[in-house]
């Protein structure tokens, strides 16, 4: 079945609280935001460390189905995280930003047609407040390929 174990680990330096003066955090310039820290896009690198767990497995012809796990926290407390698009999160006594879990199902019918669905759901963490819902998202993807 062509099953596959991932094991991932990401971290980059963030401002320290103490040095106002000085610019520690890493910038990641122009990179593939997507395929990196999850599939929902709420975090960019900056301040970001993150663990991620995940299977895919094969269970038919031209079939694939994938479960990743994220757990995100900040590199530096008392700083900012890129979250969500431009905006950023201010992080405060804690470091926990949150969890993530995508689950994705992939079917390709010939070499230049496929269809993707993937089912995202993440849940804040003690970093960026209490007061979050864990929220949702469901993907649906034609893709052709000429």
């Known amino acids: 079945m062509n099953a596959h174990f ?17 610019n520690e ?24 460390t993150y663990m991620s767990l995940g299977f895919t497995m094969e269970p038919m012809d031209s079939m694939t189905l994938g479960v990743h796990y994220y757990i995100f926290s900040a590199s530096e407390k ?28 992939n079917k390709k019918y010939t070499d230049n047609f496929g269809i993707g669905l993937r089912y995202s759901q993440f849940s804040g963490g003690d970093a960026l407040g209490t007061d979050l ?14």
Do not use: C, R
Not at 80 to 102: P, Q, R, Y
Not at 134 to 141: A, D, K
């Open 6 to 22: 991932v094991f991932g680990y990401h971290a980059d330096s963030g401002n320290d609280a103490g040095t106002a003066d000085e």
């Open 25 to 48: 955090e890493y910038d990641p310039f122009f990179y593939d935001t997507h395929n990196n820290a999850g599939e929902m896009d709420v975090f960019q690198w900056g301040n970001l």
């Open 78 to 105: 008392d700083s900012t995280v890129n979250a969500m698009g431009s905006s950023t999160a201010t992080v405060a006594d804690e470091d926990a930003l949150g969890n993530e879990i995508d689950i994705t199902l």
């Open 133 to 146: 819902d864990t929220y949702s998202q469901l993907f649906v993807e034609g893709k052709m390929t000429f």
